[in-house]
């Protein structure tokens, strides 16, 4: 017997001391889940009831229904917490059926009437339909007898749950019926219980309409730009991957690592908000998807100037030569992952030739801000659309300090806030070395590159596969731009594959040897 159990006091010993001690060891357990287990079992033994079943009430606005929380029974060897929506055997029972109200399970009828049922023996009751009891009993060889079903009610008096005693047994083991003591101190029990399980439901309420609150905000980040959507809905994904890579290792670096439920919650939020800032960054170069693009796509105009160009050109060879210039333009337009000096020594040269304009005048076949744009070495944003956009973390970070965040949350800043930092130091904002970052941002930055590099939407690459990816992030960790440490947990885990499943393009999957990729034999 555990020592938490022994300490329960028998119906007719109940008091007010007792009561305070129920309240310190409801207000003990963590988790909707674990505090339903705990309040069952509390009402097993102040009966000696060898089972019984917890019900949590749901309304979700389509149907009011008790859903299977926790299960016991102690002669069968059965204690189970059940999560609903799981192919579990444990159907809901819903309080109403085609419109009407159903009284004829005893569960969902407590549930209506919000009153206690107290049943000598279920087998000869006539008013509920025990069908479902009697198969279970046969299912399992068992006899369920006597049965005590309370509802539990909140402080607004609403329905938040129902429970279930079954078998209450005397002191030489024989099976009896609950008494009205044992009634009337279960009931006293579950009033104290139930204040408790409806904070926690509030607290896990109020959770939840934060989660869909971040994740509706990522999602609206994501929407602004169609060439890095999903990109604040998957650093969550693979952030988690990582940290549960390192949470799984017994010896090396992350040895000691672990998160617990809080903490886990922590990084979960920092994931999701790593990127709010962006919703203050122009949407013309969060969708600037080619080195010309403003309002709209500059190369129209380029083209408009080519033609013009050609119109008066003086021999066939000067326009095809203008055609193969005015290609390679729109080539170069598009972006990419370099932009080699031949090609913008190409660029500066085409800049010199001229067009003559409706008045006949020579003008440059490029502007000097289009050979400035044009020869971006990497990807379609200049220097300056870059700074406008690395600005995005200075403004997470002031929105994230800016949150009265609990004490459980207290980190979510400085792990969302260090995804762009390096470990030499020489990232940004703020310039943190590696020993300066916590080892959840560390994570962080691995995937936030990770996830860049192998997107399959950016307009200016065709999508990467994961041995270019690898390669890169190898480079950069020898750089110390990366924690080595994260990187070599990343790849050797091998948690990508699960983010390459769910999340990339089959092609891009050619990885047969991860390690050649860690030494550097790639």
């Known amino acids: 017997m555990k020592p938490s159990e022994a300490a329960v006091p028998a119906a007719s010993e109940w008091s007010a001391d007792n009561t305070s001690d129920l309240l310190v060891r409801l207000a003990q357990e963590k988790g909707v ?3 339903m287990q705990r309040i069952l079992r509390e009402a097993r033994q102040l009966t000696g009831a060898e089972g019984g079943t917890f019900y949590r009430f749901i309304d979700d606005g389509q149907n009011s229904r008790l859903a299977f929380s926790v299960v016991h029974n102690t002669v069968l060897g059965i204690e189970a917490v059940i999560n609903e929506g799981q192919d579990n055997g444990w159907p809901p029972i819903p309080l109403y059926k085609e419109g009407e109200a159903n009284h004829r399970n005893v569960a969902s009828h407590v549930g209506l009437t919000r009153q206690a049922v107290n049943i ?3 087998y000869d009751a006539e008013m509920f339909d025990f069908t479902g009891t009697r198969h279970f009993d046969a299912q399992h060889g068992y006899r369920s007898q006597s049965m005590l079903t309370l509802p539990l009610l909140n402080h607004e008096d609403d329905i938040i749950g129902v429970m279930q005693l079954i078998n209450a047994r005397d002191e030489d083991g024989n099976t009896r019926a609950f008494l009205p003591e044992d009634q009337g101190t279960v009931q006293a029990m579950v009033k104290f219980a139930a204040l408790t399980l409806d904070n926690q439901l509030l607290v896990q ?5 934060l989660d869909a609150f971040i994740q509706a905000l990522a999602r609206i980040i994501d929407v602004r730009s169609a060439h890095t959507s999903a990109h604040c809905q998957r650093i969550p994904v693979l952030t988690e991957l990582i940290a549960q890579a390192a949470c799984e290792q017994t010896d090396g670096p992350f040895a000691d690592f672990n998160l617990n439920d809080d903490e886990w919650y922590e990084l979960h939020v920092a994931a999701w908000l790593h990127d709010c800032g962006k919703l203050a960054t122009s949407e013309n170069v969060l969708n ?3 080195k010309l693009q403003k309002l709209h796509d500059g190369f129209e105009a380029v083209r408009a100037r080519f033609a013009a160009a050609i119109a008066v050109a003086q021999s066939d060879d000067e326009k095809v030569a203008l055609r193969d210039d005015m290609e390679f333009v729109e080539q170069v337009n598009r972006g990419g992952e370099f932009m080699s000096d031949e090609y913008k020594a190409r660029i500066e040269r085409i800049a010199t030739q001229t067009w003559p304009d409706a008045y006949g005048a020579l003008q440059p076949l490029l502007t000097e801000d289009e050979v400035y744009n044009l020869n971006i070495t990497r990807g379609t944003i200049n220097n300056e659309e870059r700074a406008e956009i690395n600005r995005h973390i200075d403004i997470t970070i002031d929105i994230l300090e800016g949150l009265p965040f609990p004490p459980k949350l207290r980190r979510v800043p400085e792990y969302a806030g260090g ?5 030499d130091g020489k ?17 962080m930055g691995v995937a936030d590159i990770f996830e860049a590099l192998t997107a399959k939407e950016r307009p200016y690459k065709p999508p990467m596969p994961l041995s270019q990816a690898f390669t890169i992030l190898r480079r950069m960790r020898d750089d110390n731009h990366i924690d080595h440490e994260v990187f070599e947990l990343f790849l050797r885990s091998e948690k990508w594959r699960k983010y390459a499943q769910d999340h990339l393009l089959p092609e891009q999957d050619d990885i047969v040897d991860v390690e050649q990729f860690i030494t550097g034999d790639a």
Do not use: C, F, W
Not at 427 to 443: C, F, K, N, V
């Open 205 to 209: 309420s109020h959770k939840n309409l």
């Open 33 to 35: 889940g674990n505090l």
């Open 120 to 122: 000598a023996d279920v």
């Open 427 to 443: 990232g940004y904002p703020r310039g943190l070395t590696r020993d300066q970052l916590s080892i959840p941002a560390r994570m």
């Open 288 to 290: 600037k998807g080619r």
């Open 419 to 423: 995804h762009h930092e390096r470990m």
